[in-house]
């Protein structure tokens, strides 16, 4: 009888695990953080940033793209200005976010006169992880590098912290059982 009702206690702690990490099948936003790691440059130092998508288009099968069409939102901190994607100066068409086989690549951003993030100036149809510096309006000068990390959903935290409780409760309510028997 105490075994199946471990049994028990332990699926279920399995099972809320289990919901927590599966993707859901319906579309859902996405976010991601970016830290911009500028090595050289005028203004060296690590800046902040934050983008979000809705992945309910994605096939993650080749090389695709997200766009503010698609829900696209950025936040940039860049020298003490706060960008966001009207800032990009091709605004409706970019900035846009690049996958391949629904990996991140990284983002297209194109702010005038200040920034480029991309992987190459010349292919702005392709985001990337380089950070570019613009002078005279139209000179690029690579400066840093860009790092990406996805932002964990408040659920999947909570299914594990969930699990991970139920298991040191169980753990405990052993060890005292092995103290009393």
Do not use: C, H
């Not at 990490?21 to 090595?39: D, E, I, R, S």
């Not at 934050?50 to 936040?75: I, M, P, R």
């Amino acid at each position: 009888m105490k075994l199946a009702k471990d049994i028990s206690i332990a699926a279920f702690a399995v099972a809320i695990s289990v919901a927590a990490v599966t993707k859901p099948t319906q579309a859902a936003l996405v976010n991601y953080g970016f830290t911009v790691n500028a090595t050289s440059g005028n203004n060296p130092g690590q800046y902040f940033g934050s983008f979000q998508y809705d992945d309910s288009t994605l096939s993650n099968t080749g090389l695709e793209t997200l766009g503010v069409e698609n829900g696209l939102k950025v936040a940039f901190d860049y020298l003490g200005t706060s960008y966001t994607e009207v800032d990009d100066t091709d605004f409706d068409s970019f900035p846009i976010v690049s996958f391949n086989n629904g990996e991140v690549l990284g983002l297209s951003y194109f702010v005038a006169d200040q920034f480029v993030i991309g992987s190459d100036p010349s292919t702005p149809e392709v985001g990337g992880n380089r950070f570019y510096l613009i002078t005279d309006s139209v000179n690029t000068t690579e400066v840093g590098t860009v790092s990406y990390a996805k932002v964990p959903e408040p659920l999947a935290a909570g299914g594990t912290a969930v699990a991970g409780v139920v298991g040191l409760w169980m753990q405990r309510k052993k060890r005292a059982t092995k103290i009393v028997g």
